[in-house]
């Protein structure tokens, strides 16, 4: 099946959904559907109810941090009584977001993968998007470990806790800001 | 272990168990905390990060070419396998081709991995029913006269350190294809020995049939894969529904269970390594000369165009994928491993509870984890 016909499904069984097409460069071609987050349990459900993606096999996350854009605008201007074309270099922060990404498979017609993606809409604040571990058990454990290395909250998850690092542990080691401890720090941290 | 009281237990005998993380059966450092009533499981949750580095942080700090000795780190008894998963999706990343002799090594090297990794996996099941020695000790035979041929192809005996994206590293001499085919040839005696000490045993079967059950549809609703999947009866084997590398041009069958129990996974283990065996008899007979590597491929210093590929493949253990994102750099932006280890404990609770605590330990032995690809 086709990546706009799902699309277009999504798009026509739930009301509201936006579903928008990743177009992916690289030779592998594989791209993919980017659901905005309020809707993405329901269309989880309606691709593996309705369009037989049973199986969901990685989950994972990436995190794409506030990146800095410069385009360079010409623009007319009258210098001196004289119409001149100049150089402007615009400077603008793109912020960022963190996003999950769900490769799906369909073990029943032997096909996929379906990579859906969801994102939220900053890195800070609000970092939440739907589990969707209440429609695919083997997200359970990922979505975990995507909460655990990039403190994104997995809204209905029913076990939400740290899975790789240690309880006591406050930080997310998997995100591109990340700045590990000096040596000297985790003496203190052993020693309580 | 330590015990300690459940508070607000209504039942005296409700007792709460901390197994691990040093515990021999849990195959590494993996701990449960199981809670018992008498001797039966009410509740069981896995805890992990014991051996976690960060793999997914090294490697997206590492070049293409560097992070491949770290994949052999992950499932350690199976370096061939990951070398393979994570070369096929750097391949499908830049578009690389891989020349034909060398998909023919690959899948040698990979079979061969397959035969050692099940024989040490029913070894160790046994060993954890209470056989003790001496079935892991014929599964560790057989086991080092496959290291040995690694350790003449590759140099290693388990951190093989061999694939590169675009083919291998060494090519594999006359001698070592020959040596190859002496073990594939002997290979089924040493099974049909094993299955006649251990298939028909008594106490096996009364350790292992209708034990740790695992339904069909919770098997693909959890993300099982590899021989625990198709011990519940699901036909899914990527290298039938991939058909990576050269697989479509060999025979072989797929077993498939029944009963979902610790009998077949044990079961589907041995049935696996015959097929295995005759993978390797026709890549053997068939194996073309020619170049081992893509000219065209850059070791170092590939630059991937930006985008974002996922591989799998039907490592030993389940499906092995993995998955990068490159922004056009020399290392990845984003580098991820699929583990099958730690995806296929999701139902390790369900198919314990309501068991004997000494059964624990026979499903945990029956899913075949390694803790270095769980925690990475």
């Known amino acids: 099946m086709m990546l706009e016909e799902i699309r277009n499904r999504l798009q026509a069984d739930i009301p509201g959904c936006q579903v928008e097409l990743v177009v992916n460069g690289s030779p592998s071609a594989q791209n993919s559907l980017l659901i905005d987050r309020q809707h993405g349990l329901a269309a989880a459900r309606l691709l593996r109810e309705g369009l037989q993606m049973d199986f969901c096999s990685n989950v994972t996350a990436v995190d794409w941090p506030d990146r800095e854009q410069t385009n360079k605008v010409k623009t007319k201007q009258i210098v001196d009584g004289v119409e001149k074309e100049i150089e402007q270099t615009i400077k603008t922060t793109v912020p960022g977001y963190l996003e999950v990404v769900y490769h799906l498979f369909s073990m029943t017609n032997k096909d996929g993968p379906v990579v859906i993606r969801l994102r939220t809409p900053n890195r800070t604040e609000d970092v939440a998007v739907p589990s969707l571990t209440p429609v695919w058990r083997s997200a359970e454990f990922q979505e975990r470990e995507a909460f655990d290395l990039y403190g994104i909250v997995f809204d209905g998850h029913p076990d939400l806790r740290r899975i790789l690092m240690w309880e006591g542990f406050t930080d997310h080691p998997m995100r591109k800001d990340y700045v590990p401890p000096p040596d000297d720090d985790l003496e203190i941290l052993r020693e309580g | ?376």
């Open chain 2, 1 to 376: 272990m330590t015990q300690v009281a459940v508070p607000g237990a209504e039942q005296d005998n409700i007792m709460e168990i901390s197994m691990g993380p040093q515990h021999p059966s849990t195959h590494g450092v993996f701990r449960m905390d199981v809670r018992l009533d008498g001797e039966r499981v009410v509740r069981l949750k896995p805890v992990f990060g014991y051996l976690h580095r960060n793999h997914e942080k090294i490697a997206e700090a590492a070049s293409y070419l560097a992070a491949i000795p770290y994949t052999d780190r992950l499932d350690y008894l199976c370096s061939m396998t990951n070398n393979w998963g994570y070369a096929l999706a750097v391949e499908k990343l830049a578009g690389i081709a891989v020349p034909e002799r060398a998909e023919y090594i690959r899948v040698i090297v990979s079979e061969l991995t397959r035969l050692q990794n099940h024989a040490g996996m029913v070894g160790f099941l046994l060993q954890d029913m209470g056989a003790s020695g001496t079935p892991l000790m014929y599964a560790f035979r057989e086991r080092e006269r496959v290291l040995d041929l690694f350790e003449s192809l590759s140099g290693a005996r388990m951190m093989c350190n061999y694939m590169r994206f675009g083919g291998v590293r060494v090519d594999c001499s006359a001698e070592w294809l020959s040596e190859t085919a002496k073990l594939v040839a002997g290979f089924d005696g040493f099974l049909d020995e094993f299955e006649q000490l251990l298939t028909g045993n008594e106490i096996l079967m009364a350790r292992t049939q209708g034990v740790g059950v695992l339904p069909r549809e919770l098997a693909i609703n959890a993300g099982v894969t590899g021989p625990g999947l198709r011990a519940s009866g699901v036909n899914y084997d990527l290298r039938k529904v991939d058909r990576y590398g050269v697989y479509e041009r060999f025979q072989f069958r797929v077993p498939l269970g029944e009963h979902g129990d610790v009998f077949d996974r044990y079961m589907m283990r041995v049935l696996e390594m015959r097929e295995s065996l005759k993978i390797l008899e026709q890549a053997l007979r068939d194996i073309p000369s020619g170049p081992i590597m893509d000219p065209k491929a850059r070791l170092r210093g590939l630059r991937p165009k930006v985008g974002e590929a996922y591989a799998r493949i039907e490592s030993p253990k389940g499906e092995l994928g993995f998955y990068l994102i490159s922004d056009g750099s020399p290392n990845p932006y984003r580098y991820r491993v699929r583990p099958p280890s730690l995806i296929n404990l999701t139902v390790l609770e369900d198919m314990c509870l309501g068991q004997n605590i000494a059964d624990v330990v026979v499903i945990l032995g029956s899913i075949d984890i390694v803790m270095g690809e769980v925690d990475r």
